[in-house]
């Protein structure tokens, strides 16, 4: 089914982005979001830009991590030669 509503043909081109979501998969969910109450909406909205804001990739390690250095590259019981890929400063 088509939508001749410009903001939620957006949401459902925004769903549809995603890795594995489908056209159907992406109406499904962008009509979720709108049953959702506002503040629910508001959330979802704000964990992904704080998810892309603050989650990089460990400077050590590579893994993912909202810290420069991840709390298993930072355990200094830890043996860092083993895991880094990065050599300390
Ligand atoms: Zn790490």
Known sequence: MAYNIVPLNELISQFE?????????????????????????????EAIVNAKKKIHF??????????????????????RSVICVVSEA
Do not use: M
């Open 58 to 79: 460990c400077n050590c390690c590579q893994a993912l991590t909202d810290l420069d250095i991840c709390p298993i590259c930072s355990d200094t019981e830890r043996d």
């Open 17 to 45: 982005r995603l890795p594995g979501i489908g056209k159907k998969t992406a109406q499904r969910l962008a009509l979720s979001v709108l049953q959702q109450p506002e503040e629910s909406a508001q959330r979802f909205a």
